[in-house]
C-alpha cells in the first residue's frame, strides 16, 4: 500500500429522520457517502499533509471502494459536534477526534488529545497542540428528526 502524500479533510453536517440518516446525509455533504468507510486509528505518515475541503472529490474513487479515514462524527436529536485536529513532525503525525454537543467542549478535547498524544511520543513536533489546526463542524436538531455533524480525513483507498 502506497502511503498518501496529501490527506484532504472535510467537514459537513446533515439532518434526517433517525440519526443514521442524518449521518448519511453529513457523509454525503462531506463528500464520502458513496464509499465504504474503514476507519483508522489516527496517525498521519511522514510528509504527509492534511488539506482542508469542502468535500472530498466525487470521482476520487469508484461507488463501493473501501477507503480508510480518520472520523470525528456525532448525530442526536439535541445539538451535536464533530472536531478534529492534527499536530505533526518530521517523522510523522497524529490525528485526534472528539463529538458532543458543544463545539468549545469538543475543540477543547481536541487540543487536550492532542496534547497527550504529543506527550506521549518522542519526536520533534512542528506543531503545538495549543495552536494545532483544529476543524469542527456542529448543527442544531431540525423540528423533525436528527442532527449529524462529521469531520473526515480521507487517507486512501485500500486495496
Known amino acids: ?13 446533515g439532518a434526517g429522520a433517525t440519526d443514521l440518516d442524518a449521518l448519511d446525509d453529513a ?55 464533530a472536531g478534529v485536529g492534527w499536530v505533526r513532525s518530521p517523522d510523522g503525525g497524529v490525528f485526534f477526534e472528539a463529538s458532543g454537543s458543544e463545539p468549545e467542549t469538543v475543540e477543547t478535547e481536541v487540543r487536550a488529545g492532542l496534547a497527550g498524544a504529543v506527550r506521549r511520543r518522542d519526536r520533534a513536533w512542528e506543531t503545538d497542540p495549543a495552536t494545532a489546526p483544529v476543524v469542527v463542524a456542529s448543527r442544531e436538531p431540525p423540528a423533525e428528526g436528527a442532527a449529524a455533524a462529521a469531520v473526515v480525513a480521507v487517507h486512501d483507498r485500500l486495496d
Request: hydrophobic share 45%.
Open 1 to 13: 500500500m502506497t502511503l498518501p502524500t496529501t490527506v484532504p479533510l472535510a467537514a459537513a453536517t
Open 27 to 81: 457523509f454525503v455533504a462531506a463528500g464520502v457517502g458513496d464509499y465504504n468507510l474503514v476507519e483508522y486509528s489516527s496517525v498521519l505518515p511522514a510528509g504527509a499533509r492534511v488539506e482542508r475541503c469542502d468535500r472530498v472529490p466525487a470521482d476520487r474513487y469508484p461507488v463501493g471502494a473501501p477507503v480508510g479515514v480518520v472520523l470525528a462524527r456525532a448525530a442526536g436529536r439535541e445539538p451535536v459536534a
